[in-house]
């Protein structure tokens, strides 16, 4: 099915915002009636703190919610509205303002080890290949190579590893064969369709306490996810997934949350920007041909021209179609849809009336009109990449199915709609970033 949407922001309370709206049993007996207006003064009941009125799209602290939930009762507005936190969550919700951990001995207690690159591009240069399908091309690292572009070529030297390989080391043997459904550079076709087996190896599915779907993000090391700040709470990590009928399989790798690392500026802004995150797991993972990092975009946003959203979110939604929320089906399959990327001038422009919540930092992407609808990201799709291919783009190195994640889906009005959405620029947090994932290594 054709993708259309924006973010996530909204998960279900715009479910129980419409209950309201439409005259719902009364399984909420304390809620406020006639509802409470927008900039009222409210309380919320799950955080147990004041707040203002706002709407969904605009609040970051919104969470999943359901119309039967006695909890949230009390703090709908009027419709289509939340009560949003007037101050940042408590700090059992998240963990910011604070400063990477130590060095110790060169690492960071408790991590791997980093990868022995010069080992391993010494090896593919002179070893034979095991399935001679190509050759492989691989540059020399750059002495003025930072520790992200050093990671990036690292991580698309695991494209040449065997299925059955549980991981890729210096000791294996040397496939030339790539494992990827995009080995031979085909270009995506605008819309939403299914991404195959080894193509986004980097998805993450984030399930809530009641192991449902909500949100995605990006592996982007052994053992750290990055995401985005609204979505950064999720009880449980799924990684190598591509359909989420077959979490069993032996390919998927289920992982927990060590630490929640919010960029302290989110909170700073209410949320406006700088709505990313890290996700620090307990263990590391070993990588496979279905569990593998994504590569960090470090250059200039304004030379991106397209690139693909992937995710298992709604695939039919429009804020003004009139879908009713039990209607909206998540995606079994990973969807992954090409689209735009636009200028911040033209970005304001279409935003028009609205157009204050699109900061510097965010990049603006939306994909071109096909049969009435635009390729988008819609809701369950947040804190999952805004990516592009290696192949022949700004990344080192000679990976074709590797990607450079360009930006964190964020926030938009609507799912499909003639405003683009608005993601988190990477490159504008790679300091941020490379403190945390990487501290000890220059």
């Known amino acids: 099915m054709v993708r259309v949407g924006v973010r996530v922001l909204v ?16 399984a909420c007996p304390d809620a406020p009636s006639p509802p409470l207006a927008v900039g009222a003064p409210c309380h919320h009941a799950e955080l147990n703190v004041t707040g203002e009125c706002r709407s969904t799209w605009s609040c970051p602290y919104v969470r999943r919610q359901k119309a039967s939930d006695r909890r949230y009762c009390a703090q709908l507005c009027r419709p289509q509205g939340v009560c949003c936190p007037a101050q940042p969550p408590p700090p059992a919700w998240r963990e910011a303002h604070r400063e990477p951990p130590p060095c110790v001995g060169g690492r960071v207690p408790g991590s791997p080890r980093a990868d022995d690159l010069l080992a391993w591009t010494n090896k593919l240069r002179a070893a034979p290949c095991t399935i001679p399908e190509e050759e492989i091309d691989i540059p020399r690292v750059p002495a003025n190579a930072s520790v992200i572009e050093r990671k990036c070529l690292s991580y698309q030297l695991l494209e040449f590893m065997d299925e059955d390989d549980a991981a890729l080391t210096v000791e294996d043997d040397v496939y030339c064969k790539r494992y990827c459904a995009n080995d031979e550079g085909v270009p995506f076709v605008v819309g939403g369709e299914d991404a195959g087996d080894y193509e986004f190896p980097h998805m993450a599915l984030f399930l809530d306490e009641k192991d449902e779907p909500y949100c995605a993000g990006t592996l982007i090391s052994e053992d750290f996810v990055l995401t985005a700040a609204h979505c950064a709470v999720p009880a449980r990590v799924l990684l190598g997934l591509v359909r989420t009928n077959e979490r069993d399989n032996g390919n998927v790798k289920v992982a927990r949350v060590a630490k929640h690392i919010v960029h302290p500026d989110f909170f700073r802004s209410g949320g406006a920007h700088s709505d990313i995150a890290l996700l620090q797991l307990q263990e590391p993972v070993r990588f496979t041909v279905y569990v593998r990092p994504a590569c960090l975009h470090t250059g200039d946003d304004a030379r991106l021209q397209e690139a693909v959203v992937t995710g298992w979110g709604y695939q039919e939604y429009d804020s003004g179609s009139g879908v009713k929320e039990k209607d ?27 157009s204050l919540h699109v900061h510097e930092k965010h990049i603006c992407a939306l994909g071109k009109k096909k049969k009435g609808v635009r ?68």
């Open 375 to 442: 390729p988008d990201a819609c809701q369950g799709d947040s804190g999952g990449p805004l990516q592009v291919s290696t192949a022949g783009g700004p990344g080192p190195g000679p990976g074709t199915c590797s990607y450079l994640v360009a930006a964190v889906v964020s926030q938009g009005r609507g799912c499909g709609t003639d405003r683009p959405g608005l993601y988190t620029s990477v490159s504008r947090f790679t300091d941020w970033i490379q403190r945390w994932v990487w501290p000890c290594e220059v």
């Open 328 to 354: 909206k089906k998540t995606s079994e399959a990973l969807q992954k849809a090409s689209v735009d990327i636009f200028s911040r001038e033209h970005c304001l422009e279409m935003w028009g009336d609205d």
């Open 11 to 26: 998960l279900g309370v715009l479910a129980a915002a419409m209950a309201v709206a439409a005259g719902a049993p009364a």
